[in-house]
C-alpha cells in the first residue's frame, strides 16, 4: 500500500526544546504530515517564526498579553490567532487536527491534553506531568474513547516498542533506566552549593530547564515510574529503577519466562518524538547511527535514594497513589521555579516537597476538580514554605 493520507498535527508546546525537534521531523517529511496547530506561552517570536514557516491553520499564545503582538506580525497570513489558558483547552477539543504533540511542560498540559482525548484524538504525549497528576482519569478516558497514548519520553517509547506484538504476553517487571544526570556519584556535602547553571548541564540530552533540573535531582525518573504505571497497566512493584550512565539501553522489559527486551539507540529525542508521529510505522532517516565498537561498554548501577531523595519521595508517592502524586509534582514545580531564580538550594527542594506531600491532605480516590484542588492547594504550600 503506497497510498498515504497526510497526518494534521496540533503542536501544543511548539516552542521547546520537544517542540522545536518535533518540527524538525515534521519539516523533513513533508508527505507525512502537516501543521495545524502551534502554542507556545511567552516565546512568541519563536512562534511567530514557525507559524511563518508551517502555515497552520491556528496559533494559540496562553499568555495573553503577547496576543497583539503575534495577531499583528501575522495578519497578511490565514493563520487564525488566539490567547489565552482557555483558548488552549478549546483549540484541542476542535475538529481541526489528527493528533496531539503534547509538550508542554508541567501541570499546565492536563486540561488541553485532557480535551484532546475527550475529542478522540489520538496523543503523543511527552508531557509526563499530566499522567503523574491523573493518570487513572487520563487512561480511563482514553480507553472509554479508544484513543491511543502514543508515549514520546524515551524510556516510555523504549517499553512501547518492546511490547509492540506481546498483547498476550504479561510483564513481569519494567527497567526504566536512568542517565543519573550532572551530578552522578554526589553525595549532600556537594549538593548542598550546586548552582542552577551546573544543574542544567545535562551528560547526554539538551532539554528544557524544568526536565533538566528535574534530571539532576532524579525526580524526573521518579515521575517516569508513575507515568511508567499509568501507561503500561503496572504495579509499583514492577517499575525499577536502573542507572545506565551511556543512555544506550532506552528501556526495557522483562516477561514472564525471564526474556529481557531492551530498546536501544543513541540519545536524540527525534527518535522517539518520529516513532511516536508516525507509529504504528517506521520512517527512514539519516540520523547517525550506532557504532557498538566505539561505545565498547555499556554499565549499570544502583539509583542512589539516599542522596537524592526526590526519587524516594517519588516512589513512596507511586505506591501510596491517590491525589500524593499530584501534590507532589505541585510542589516539585514550585520548587524547581524558585531554585531556577536562586530563590532556594538544591536540596531545599527536597525539603519543600517532603513538606508538603506530609501538610496537604491525602484522598485516596479524587475526582478531576480534587485534583485540580490539591495541585492548587499544594502550590500555595509549596509557596508559602519558600516565601515566594
Ligand atoms: P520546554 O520548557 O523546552 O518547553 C515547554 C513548552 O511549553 C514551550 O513551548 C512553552 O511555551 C510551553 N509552556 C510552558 N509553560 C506553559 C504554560 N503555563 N501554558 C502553556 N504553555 C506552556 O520543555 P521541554 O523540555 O520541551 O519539555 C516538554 C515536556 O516534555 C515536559 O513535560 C518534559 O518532561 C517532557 N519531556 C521532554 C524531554 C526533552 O528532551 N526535552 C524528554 C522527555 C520528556
Ligand atoms: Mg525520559
Known sequence: NTTTTIKRIALFGSTGSIGVQALE????????????????????DLLIQQALKFKPNIVVVSNEEKYKKVKDLLASTDTKVFAGERALEEVASMDVYDLMLAAIVGYAGLK?????IKAGKAVALANKETLVVA???IMQTAYEKRVPIIPVDSEHSAIFQCLVGEVRNPVEKIILTASGGPFLGRKPNYLVNVKRDHALQHPNWSMGAKISIDSAT???????????????????????????PQSIIHSMVQFEDGSVKGQMGLPDMKLPIQYALAFPKRI????????????????FEEPDVKTFRNLALAIEALHKGGNLPCVMNAANEI????????????????????????KVSFLSRPSLQDYLDSDAEARNYAADLIKL
Not at 513533508?30 to 502551534?38: R, Y
Not at 488541553?112 to 484532546?116: G, M
Not at 524526573?220 to 542507572?243: D, H, P, R, T
Request: with cysteine; net charge negative.
Open 335 to 358: 520548587a524547581v521555579y524558585a531554585f531556577l531564580r536562586n530563590r532556594i538550594g538544591f536540596l531545599e527542594m527536597t525539603d519543600v516537597i517532603e513538606e508538603t506531600m506530609q
Open 284 to 299: 527512514k532517516n539519516d540520523f547517525p547511527r550506532m557504532d557498538f565498537k566505539k561505545i565498547r561498554t555499556l554499565t
Open 112 to 116: 488541553p491534553t485532557l480535551n484532546a
Open 25 to 44: 521531523v515534521i519539516e523533513a517529511n513533508p508527505d507525512k504530515f502537516s501543521v495545524e496547530v502551534l502554542t507556545c506561552s511567552n516565546n512568541v
Open 135 to 137: 493518570g487513572d482519569i
Open 218 to 244: 532524579l525526580m524526573n525518573k521518579g515521575l517516569e515510574m508513575i507515568e511508567a504505571k499509568w501507561l503500561f497497566n503496572l504495579k509499583a512493584e514492577q517499575i525499577e529503577v536502573l542507572v545506565h
